[in-house]
């Protein structure tokens, strides 16, 4: 969950899953608030019919006339009474302080226990201030809602008690239906809604994707011409894609005027040093030079020389990002060229009893640049015989791999480490630049550069596989043309 996309659908996930689960919470306590509503109100209705009834039966109440004051022994209550009290619904009692002057049948089937606790609450728990409440009972698997009223039916009698009861089970109970339907519905709707938020946010994604697509095509220095597409100025995303495209032509004018510094620097720097090449040549062959003046000549003449390569290269790569060096295309056969360096670099290697061995098996030809192409070959060439020791081998190979003409270069010098790898094909970047300096080996680490460079103008690759200690392969792969045949 590192990306934008991840992290966001993450927090929609989270924020609806909260609200969901709010949402479930209140939805059963308000279907639960309703249900007691409904309890308490049919329980109150009851009670109500039930204190009517003993308030109208009057002095009717018993069936024997009662004596004033004589509330002790209360008289059973008359039939007609008990009949409508009996067709009241759930349970119902009429009680004084002593004794229960009616039950109905509901109330009879009661544990006795659960009678006494029943009678207790109504005597003493509930008073006008507080007329109902929940007693828990054994004898039903849920709480008694109960509600009394009081009633003084006869005068100067001491007052009676209604009492109207239901059971609390249906509170008790989990609201099934609406359980149910959370259970079921609301997992479904969070995957739906979490796969929609997890597809809109790809969308409304997508064009940073684009940006960032776009903008690694544009970020290798040599497309800096190229801009990112803007639709409007409204979005942030192109605003982003404005600021950067200004970002971008600004690096563009900075790396043009550093490429044009480079190449007419190094142009201006090749008339001089022919100049003095031409002078130093002439001073060491003219009658008047003394043989202990000649080491410094050759050493001022060397180190021209050296400069002069330097400046080409230079110009090369100059001219090669200013997208100034036209590649001549023509059918190049690689066999007579590599054939041709071969000769070259056994000449090279003959000082340092180097071997040179060619493995040509087939002829490839490509659609190139013979004298770039050359140039090639011979960096990679000269590398594998400056970096072997005395009486090594360097063999130059080349076949034919489907549609590429592959050409390597292999030798059993001194390697390079793998942790320098990734920069050979830097500019000016030498594994042993302190103690190349000057030295015999001194190049300047522009060799292979000028090869990468080569190699991609064609449509091509280099790559090399090296240990150190024992050799190098520098392989180049060109689009070759199709076998003749
Ligand atoms: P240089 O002019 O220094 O040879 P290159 O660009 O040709 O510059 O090579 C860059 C560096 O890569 C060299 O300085 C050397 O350290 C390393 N290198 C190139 N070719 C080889 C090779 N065949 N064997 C070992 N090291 C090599």
Redesign the pocket.
Known sequence: MRTIRGRLTLAYAVALGVTLLVFAAIMLSSSRAAQQRVLQERVDGVVTLGSAVIAQAGTGLFDRVLVAEDSARLPPLSASVVRRLAALPGYVLVVDSSRVLYANGLALQLYARDQDALLRAVRRAFTPEQPAGFVPLDSIPSRLYVQVHIERPVERMQPLRVVAASSAEELELFNLPIFATILVSFPLIFVLSVLASWALAGTYLQPVDHLIADLEAIQDGRSLHRRLPVESDENELDRLAETINRMIARLEGSFAALRRFTADASHELKTPLTVMRADLERAMSSPGVTPDQLPALEEALAESARMADLVDSLLTLARADEGRFDIHRESVDLAALTADVHETATILGEGAAIAVTLAVNEPVHVLGDMVRLRQLLL??V???I???PRGGAVTIALERRGDLAAFS?H?T????AAA?LP???????????VR?RGGE???????????QWIAHAHGGAIN?A?RLGR??T?TVTIPAEPAAG
């Open positions: 960096n990679l000269t590398n594998a400056k970096y072997t270069v030798d010098g001194q390697g390079i320098d920069f050979i094909f830097d500019r000016f970047w030498r594994a042993d630049r190349s080996r001194g190049g300047f680490g522009l060799g292979l550069a000028i090869a090399v090296s050799g190098s520098f």
